[in-house]
């Protein structure tokens, strides 16, 4: 049986990052991912679906301390489904994403547009590569937009 959730999007506003009774910390992420399509009559229809992320242990750190509003992040993890008694009683169930990896897609000290950690740039600068992988240099080539409906007429482009 397989259960894997593989994602990119950027954070809708910053981590919150709290600690579990034993010390745990524990970050939640709100991750929106979007798509674009045409519709029967022939309008562009955006989509913005939102993901619950909830990262766990030192990662869970590196992301509140890393990331902000607008981070553009992959998550790779799995799909749980959590379940609990409000103070009416109630059963209440929440299903998110257990992030097994988050990788850092922005450049360093860049921000999505409408990020709100002005402060975000300093930070990075003064960590230096604390706590981070690598990132190749691919020669600082743009990508383009990770969201189709930011891409405009590139997707046109694709020869597929």
């Given at each position: 049986m397989l259960n894997k959730v593989m994602l990119i999007g950027r954070l809708g506003q910053d981590p919150e990052l709290k600690y579990t009774t034993s010390g745990m910390p524990v970050t939640n992420l709100s991750v929106a991912t979007?798509?674009?399509y045409t519709d029967k009559e022939g309008n562009k229809v955006d989509k913005t679906e939102w993901h619950r992320v909830v990262v766990y242990q030192r990662q869970a750190e590196n992301c509140a301390n890393y990331l902000g509003k607008g981070s553009?992040?992959?998550?790779?993890?799995s799909?749980?489904?959590?379940?609990?008694?409000d103070q009416q009683?109630?059963?209440?169930y929440v299903t998110?994403?257990?992030?097994?990896?988050v990788q850092f897609l922005d450049r360093r000290?860049?921000?999505?547009?409408?990020g709100?950690?002005?402060e975000g740039g300093d930070r990075m600068k003064k960590a230096g590569n604390f706590n981070r992988r690598p990132q190749p240099n691919y020669g600082e080539e743009d990508m383009g937009s990770p969201?189709?409906?930011?891409a405009g007429s590139e997707m046109d482009k694709v020869p597929f």
């Open positions: 979007d798509e674009s553009l992040v992959f998550v790779e993890g799909l749980q489904t959590r379940k609990w008694t009683g109630q059963d209440r998110e994403i257990k992030a097994q990896r000290g860049e921000r999505g547009e409408g709100s950690r002005g969201f189709p409906s930011e």
